[in-house]
């Protein structure tokens, strides 16, 4: 089973929503609080209460915890079969988990708003590119595909993206053949999850912080 987290950040009551962070281990209110902006601090709070919840949903929490994160190129995981990707864009906050080893997964969240989409061409194939059509929509929903492939396979970019055809669903990428699933969030939203394996149970529940 796949399972996809979302909340929304309630600007009214971000200062509440901050006080939060003292529900998590030391070591990661250190990694939060280092961090400038505040919208930066309420992205990193939110994804990791939500992993919290992700754990506890999975009956995790007791045999997993948030200061057993291992940190690799920016990067995090656990040491166990267990597997997560977190992306934020805005006021809104994805985590998506998995239970099975043997699926690699990974998720993209961006706001859909207006941007100079010449400037972006050399990221996408021709066949992208007509498809894209300079359609602001379409471009957001690619990009989020690339970005959610690129989590999935913990590589980084080691292929030019213009060479990664995602007008389908179905993708290849680093010779992994990837599958890609549209999650709905709001309107003014693109989210899209990659993984390695069709997923047939897939949860998405939006959570309230």
């Known amino acids: 089973m796949v399972k996809i987290f979302y909340a929304k950040v309630d600007n009214k009551h971000t200062d509440a929503l901050l006080e939060r962070i003292n529900e998590l281990p030391l070591s990661e209110q250190k990694r939060i609080v280092s961090y400038k902006h505040k919208q930066k601090k309420l992205q990193k709070l939110v994804g990791r209460l939500l992993l919290a919840d992700m754990l506890k949903s999975f009956g995790l929490n007791n045999e997993l915890s948030l200061d057993q994160l291992i940190y690799d190129n920016n990067r995090s995981y656990f040491n166990h079969p267990f597997s997560f990707s977190i992306a934020h864009s805005s006021d809104y906050i994805v985590c998506v988990g998995c239970l099975d080893e043997k699926i690699m997964i990974g998720i993209d969240i961006e706001e859909i708003l207006p941007i100079e989409l010449s400037l972006y061409k050399d990221y996408f194939t021709d066949n992208e590119w007509n498809f894209i059509d300079n359609d602001t929509n379409r471009f957001f929903h690619l990009w989020t595909k690339k970005e959610a492939i690129l989590k999935a396979s913990t590589l980084g970019v080691t292929t030019p993206l213009h060479t990664i055809d995602v007008v389908q669903d179905e993708a290849k990428y680093n010779e992994t053949i990837y599958y890609c699933f549209?999650?709905?969030?709001?309107?003014?939203?693109?989210?899209?999850?990659?993984?390695?394996?069709?997923?047939?149970?897939?949860?998405?529940?939006?959570?309230?912080v």
Request: contains cysteine; aromatic residues 8%; hydrophobic residues 45%.
């Open 182 to 208: 549209n999650v709905y969030v709001d309107k003014n939203i693109s989210c899209y999850l990659a993984c390695t394996a069709k997923i047939a149970d897939l949860v998405v529940e939006c959570i309230n």
